[in-house]
């Protein structure tokens, strides 16, 4: 049976950022992998909704992923909405789909990181059903100039040999790319892979925050 893979991403482009080349390598193998996106789309710029719509969907064939929304046009606004009503989602999407590995995104300061980590986790409380056996948070590139700590061994992934579908699967993200200072761009991906590379040895690496493992 193939290994199954859940990716909890607050925004499309997100789960790129954060464990792109280890998706890939992961599909190169055989592995099931489903993507739940927290939402896509502001309120009031239908245009650009489904635009971000068409981009998700074409990152998500380029992975061989499945995926679903829980919210539309609500970026920038999870804050608001009730936790109650993500941790239920992820208790369904747990049990209907059963991963192997359940990667989050690292909390951040950004409002919908921290929304999404804090409903993640909490349905990871000790519950009946189905209970992943391996969880681990995933990057994303602004976290390098915050000071936000999480509890957990590092565990880094050499990417040196998917780093560049890595970035092509990215660029997809066309709506998202933004002009360096910003890291949102093709060079700052690979910059940061260079730095997680170089602290584990490889040329090329992606960082995760080990949570949880049973083997």
Not at 174 to 185: A, H, R
Not at 201 to 213: C, D, P, R, S, T
Request: glycine share 6%.
């Amino acid at each position: 049976m193939a290994k199954r893979i859940l990716v909890i991403s607050p925004h499309a482009d997100d789960e790129i950022l954060g464990c792109g080349g280890y998706l890939t390598s992961q599909r190169n193998e055989g592995c099931e992998i489903h993507i739940a996106y927290a939402t896509i789309g502001i309120k009031g710029n239908p245009e650009k909704e489904q635009c971000r719509f068409k981009e998700a969907e074409e990152v998500c064939r380029r992975l061989g992923a499945s995926h679903q929304i829980l919210l539309e046009n609500h970026d920038g606004e999870l804050d608001m909405v009730p936790t109650r009503f993500f941790v239920s989602q992820y208790d369904a999407i747990f049990d209907a789909f059963r991963p192997d590995e359940l990667f989050i995104n690292y909390p951040s300061w950004h409002q919908d990181h921290k929304k999404i980590y804090d409903s993640a986790m909490a349905s990871l409380r000790f519950r009946q059903g189905f209970m992943p056996s391996f969880v681990a948070l995933y990057e994303y590139p602004f976290i390098l100039n915050q000071n936000i700590n999480v509890s957990g061994g590092l565990w880094y992934h050499d990417i040196t040999k998917t780093l560049d579908e890595k970035i092509e699967i990215f660029e997809l993200y066309k709506s998202q790319i933004k002009k360096s200072p910003s890291p949102l761009n093709p060079e700052g991906v690979r910059q940061l892979a260079m730095v997680r590379g170089t602290e584990c040895g490889v040329k090329y690496a992606e960082l995760f925050y080990l949570q949880k493992m049973v083997r």
